[in-house]
């Protein structure tokens, strides 16, 4: 019966799709040519276990890419009229839903292709041909020379959408379509209030009282325990040390971390906003594998959370409003996800000030916002000014910041910024994730963009401390403070010089920070007290106010002292401020064309750093800050070698530095120990949840696996 329809369409001329009904037995294989196999893994394997399954099946469609290319064997092509290549689901007949054919030939669930119609794709997610025929909602006009409804042999229909068609107009032509509603919208509103409800927090907000009793944990070190009475000290370091509660909530099961349906968290939901670039330049694997990495982030966000996607290349696009990761919502965020198509420039300032026109309009608020970024060029479309005719001065990148979300705003939404390959402009990346207090990393391999949003969000997913303040007050009348080494957190000293005061910000669960403060210290009969060190803070999910009982840091005052033995811990964090201005000292000579220098710069560093009390001891950090050396200094062997990584490298290091906190950098399996000093332990098991699935999809299916393809491995002894 199909052939006859097939014949019949043809010998009437028609180009239309027409679905005609088949038994199982009617479906014939698909050639085995790599152009019209190229269905996804997922597709054609059916997973190992349950735990596997349900990762396949909230996974994007583009397929996995492999050392040879996107390709699947010729036993996937088989089944890909047997299976949508979007929802991953069997199809057949009479089974409750519309089936769509295509032109060239692939089938699909029609709600399925037609959401890859509301985000203007027009190309087939399989074989990436293009359509001339995409389905429409609507009965159409009379008349209309662009649309027709088939229904031959008056077939029972069982979705009154199915055989809607558009003629998508040649190009060139002029002709235009007025009686015809698209199935989804493809225009945005002027006003991006159309976010969904928040979810009700009453109970998860209880129920982190009961599990989280603990608030921040104040220390302070001296650097040294004391000073003889007769003595004074114009530059004494004093180490303030913070850490954030580990929330229970990071103890219980998987379901309850991740906020599946029906499970409720004590962690503080955020508003995750997503402004991904799709350039030309991203075509291939690179948008596999972000697709990949997106799916990964839209499996472990909770009901609570709430997500939008903004594409850009050209120009910026909302792609998905700012709804919430119920079922519901993540199959719809996947299937925007599996719609992105890769063409057009890189407009980077377009698609932040989308992603912050989402954030300022949305009508209700989350505790936590944030947007992740992600580029792999060059901004072609922001011209910066200059300053006089005679040279042109440093491009003001922060300026590309939209000046709601910075840092100075009062209301700051952290931008953490992904720089992906080797193109993208670290430099501007670097600015924009500073301006608005985010971290920027250097995403070296293309493999490892999973894992580091993975490392990211694991964070993101476990804010305890929301605007943490820390207040330092001189208790001694001859006690006055010097400088305060906080890094990029601001600090301010009063006038006085009698108090000051670091504003933190935001902390993961078991987050740490280390701030180091500078006083003198006169002579004195006894012991002496110096400061007083208290904080102040949010909590995220009562939105409750949380005040800390301050800590005073006294010295002891003997009137003789034998040899000093300085504090290693104030050693150490003299050691990564120190390293972090050799960084950034290095980097400016790298900049001017003076790689020898640079490269001699930070081998003094290494030189200081293995003479020190902490590099003696075989202190972990020190020895970590001795391998980024070593690797900076490798990296810029050449200039072609610093162009291409070198640069990157050091800006993604300043940004963990700068922040005290985990970024990716590189692919050096060497640097990875800095990365774990920052790492916090739901970071960590992000990071591990992010392999595993990586392993599960990669792993070949034995039920499919061909012998000659894939030979079995034997049993290790």
Same mark, same amino acid.
């Given at each position: 019966?199909?052939?006859?329809?097939?014949?019949?369409?043809? /010998?009437?001329?028609?180009?239309?799709?027409?679905?005609?009904?088949?038994?199982?037995?009617?479906?014939?294989?698909?050639?085995?040519?790599?152009?019209?196999?190229? @269905?996804?893994?997922?597709?054609?394997?059916?997973?190992?276990?349950?735990?596997?399954?349900?990762?396949?099946?909230?996974?994007? @469609?583009?397929?996995?890419? #492999?050392?040879?290319?996107?390709?699947?064997?010729?036993? %996937?092509?088989?089944?890909?009229?047997? @299976?949508?290549?979007?929802?991953?689901?069997?199809?057949?007949? !009479?089974?409750?839903?519309?089936?769509?054919?295509?032109?060239?030939?692939?089938?699909?669930?029609?709600?399925?292709?037609? /959401?890859?119609?509301?985000?203007?794709?027009?190309?087939?997610?399989?074989?990436?041909?293009?359509?001339?025929?995409?389905?429409?909602?609507?009965?159409?006009?009379?008349?209309?020379?662009?649309?027709?409804?088939?229904?031959?042999?008056?077939?029972?229909?069982?979705?009154?959408?199915?055989?809607?068609?558009?003629?998508?107009?040649?190009?060139?032509?002029?002709?235009?379509?007025?009686?015809?509603?698209?199935?989804?919208?493809?225009?945005?509103?002027?006003?991006?209030?159309?976010?969904?409800?928040?979810?009700?927090?009453?109970? #998860?907000?209880?129920?982190?009282?009961?599990?989280?009793?603990?608030?921040?944990?104040?220390?302070?070190?001296?650097?040294?325990?004391?000073?003889?009475?007769?003595?004074?000290?114009?530059?004494?370091?004093?180490?303030?040390?913070?850490? #954030?509660?580990?929330?229970?909530?990071?103890?219980?099961?998987?379901?309850?971390?991740?906020?599946?349906?029906?499970?409720?968290?004590?962690?503080?939901?955020?508003?995750?906003?997503?402004?991904?670039?799709?350039?030309?330049?991203?075509?291939?694997?690179?948008?596999?594998?972000?697709?990949?990495?997106?799916?990964?982030?839209?499996?472990?966000? =909770?009901?609570?959370?709430?997500?939008?996607?903004?594409?850009?290349?050209?120009?910026?696009?909302?792609?998905?409003?700012?709804?919430?990761?119920?079922?519901? !919502?993540?199959?719809?965020? $996947?299937?925007?996800?599996?719609?992105?198509?890769?063409?057009?420039?890189?407009?980077?300032?377009?698609?932040?000030?989308?992603?912050?026109?989402?954030?300022?309009?949305?009508?209700?608020?989350?505790?936590?916002?944030?947007?992740?970024?992600?580029?792999?060029?060059?901004?072609?479309?922001?011209?910066?000014?200059?300053?006089?005719?005679?040279?042109?001065?440093?491009?003001?990148?922060?300026?590309?910041?939209?000046?709601?979300?910075?840092?100075?705003?009062?209301?700051?939404?952290?931008?953490?910024?992904?720089?992906? =390959?080797?193109?993208?402009?670290?430099?501007?990346?670097?600015?924009?994730?500073?301006?608005?207090?985010?971290?920027?990393?250097?995403?070296?391999?293309?493999?490892?963009?999973?894992?580091?949003?993975?490392?990211?969000?694991? !964070?993101?997913?476990?804010?305890?401390?929301?605007?943490?303040?820390?207040?330092?007050?001189?208790?001694?009348? !001859?006690?006055?403070?010097?400088?305060?080494?906080?890094?990029?957190?601001?600090?301010?000293?009063?006038?006085?010089?009698?108090?000051?005061?670091?504003?933190?910000?935001?902390?993961? #669960?078991?987050?740490?920070?280390?701030?180091?403060?500078?006083?003198?210290?006169?002579?004195?009969?006894?012991?002496?007290?110096?400061?007083?060190? %208290?904080?102040?803070?949010?909590?995220?999910?009562?939105?409750?106010?949380?005040?800390?009982?301050?800590?005073?840091?006294?010295?002891?005052?003997?009137?003789?002292?034998?040899?000093?033995?300085?504090?290693?811990?104030?050693?150490?964090?003299?050691?990564?401020?120190?390293?972090?201005?050799?960084?950034?000292?290095?980097?400016?000579?790298?900049?001017?064309?003076?790689?020898?220098?640079?490269?001699?710069?930070?081998?003094?560093?290494?030189?200081?750093?293995?003479?020190?009390?902490?590099?003696?001891?075989?202190?972990?950090?020190?020895?970590? $800050?001795?391998?980024?050396?070593?690797?900076?200094?490798?990296?810029?062997?050449?200039?072609?070698?610093?162009?291409?990584?070198?640069?990157?490298?050091?800006?993604? =290091?300043?940004?963990?530095?700068?922040?005290?906190?985990?970024?990716?950098? %590189?692919?050096?399996?060497?640097?990875?120990?800095?990365?774990?000093?920052?790492?916090?332990?739901?970071?960590?098991?992000?990071?591990?949840?992010?392999?595993?699935?990586? $392993?599960?999809?990669?792993?070949?299916?034995?039920?499919?696996?061909?012998?000659?393809?894939?030979?079995?491995?034997?049993?290790?002894?």
């Amino acid at each position: 019966m199909g052939s006859r329809w097939r014949k019949a369409k043809l /010998s009437l001329g028609l180009n239309l799709c027409v679905y005609v009904p088949k038994t199982l037995d009617d479906y014939s294989p698909l050639p085995s040519d790599d152009s019209t196999a190229r @269905t996804p893994d997922s597709a054609v394997a059916s997973p190992a276990s349950a735990g596997a399954s349900d990762i396949r099946a909230l996974m994007p @469609t583009t397929p996995t890419p #492999a050392s040879s290319g996107l390709r699947l064997s010729k036993s %996937g092509s088989r089944s890909s009229k047997k @299976t949508c290549a979007i929802c991953l689901a069997t199809m057949k007949p !009479g089974h409750g839903h519309a089936l769509f054919t295509a032109e060239c030939s692939h089938v699909f669930h029609f709600h399925c292709i037609a /959401s890859n119609v509301k985000h203007g794709n027009h190309v087939c997610p399989v074989c990436r041909a293009k359509w001339k025929e995409i389905p429409f909602q609507g009965l159409p006009s009379s008349g209309s020379p662009h649309e027709t409804r088939v229904n031959p042999g008056n077939w029972l229909q069982d979705d009154g959408h199915m055989h809607i068609l558009r003629l998508l107009p040649r190009a060139g032509s002029s002709n235009r379509l007025h009686h015809v509603t698209p199935f989804f919208h493809n225009s945005e509103p002027s006003i991006f209030n159309d976010d969904e409800p928040l979810d009700n927090l009453t109970e #998860a907000a209880e129920d982190s009282q009961q599990e989280c009793m603990r608030t921040v944990e104040i220390k302070a070190y001296s650097e040294f325990s004391e000073i003889p009475q007769s003595a004074s000290e114009e530059n004494f370091t004093i180490l303030i040390h913070l850490k #954030a509660p580990l929330a229970k909530t990071l103890q219980t099961s998987n379901n309850n971390f991740h906020g599946n349906d029906g499970s409720r968290t004590s962690r503080a939901p955020i508003d995750l906003i997503t402004v991904l670039d799709v350039s030309g330049s991203m075509s291939g694997t690179k948008l596999a594998l972000l697709k990949k990495a997106m799916g990964f982030v839209i499996h472990n966000l =909770g009901p609570s959370d709430r997500l939008s996607l903004i594409a850009f290349s050209s120009t910026a696009r909302r792609l998905f409003p700012l709804r919430r990761m119920t079922e519901s !919502g993540r199959q719809d965020a $996947l299937q925007a996800v599996n719609s992105l198509t890769s063409n057009g420039g890189t407009n980077i300032a377009d698609g932040l000030r989308k992603g912050a026109k989402v954030i300022e309009e949305r009508k209700e608020k989350n505790p936590i916002s944030s947007i992740i970024l992600l580029s792999d060029g060059q901004d072609t479309y922001t011209i910066f000014p200059t300053a006089g005719v005679m040279h042109q001065a440093q491009p003001d990148h922060q300026s590309l910041v939209p000046s709601s979300i910075r840092g100075s705003s009062g209301h700051q939404v952290p931008v953490h910024v992904f720089g992906f =390959g080797a193109d993208h402009d670290s430099v501007l990346m670097h600015s924009i994730s500073e301006a608005s207090g985010g971290t920027f990393s250097f995403i070296e391999a293309e493999a490892a963009i999973q894992d580091a949003f993975a490392l990211c969000i694991g !964070g993101l997913l476990s804010v305890v401390v929301q605007q943490l303040h820390v207040e330092v007050e001189c208790v001694h009348p !001859g006690v006055h403070l010097g400088p305060i080494k906080s890094g990029s957190y601001v600090s301010r000293v009063a006038d006085n010089k009698r108090s000051g005061s670091i504003a933190v910000g935001d902390l993961y #669960a078991d987050e740490e920070r280390d701030f180091l403060v500078v006083v003198n210290v006169p002579p004195a009969s006894e012991e002496t007290p110096l400061l007083k060190i %208290g904080c102040v803070y949010r909590d995220p999910v009562t939105n409750e106010a949380v005040r800390v009982e301050d800590l005073d840091v006294h010295i002891s005052r003997p009137a003789f002292v034998g040899l000093p033995i300085m504090s290693i811990e104030v050693d150490r964090q003299k050691n990564r401020i120190q390293t972090a201005e050799t960084m950034a000292e290095a980097r400016a000579a790298a900049e001017r064309g003076e790689l020898s220098q640079a490269v001699s710069i930070l081998e003094e560093r290494r030189k200081l750093l293995s003479e020190s009390l902490s590099g003696q001891s075989g202190d972990r950090l020190c020895l970590a $800050l001795d391998t980024e050396l070593r690797e900076m200094q490798e990296r810029m062997a050449n200039q072609q070698r610093y162009e291409a990584s070198g640069r990157a490298f050091v800006l993604s =290091g300043l940004s963990s530095h700068s922040w005290q906190r985990a970024t990716t950098r %590189g692919n050096s399996m060497d640097s990875g120990s800095l990365v774990q000093s920052y790492q916090t332990p739901s970071m960590v098991d992000m990071l591990q949840r992010s392999q595993t699935m990586s $392993l599960a999809t990669q792993r070949p299916n034995p039920q499919i696996r061909h012998a000659k393809s894939f030979p079995a491995r034997p049993e290790p002894r």
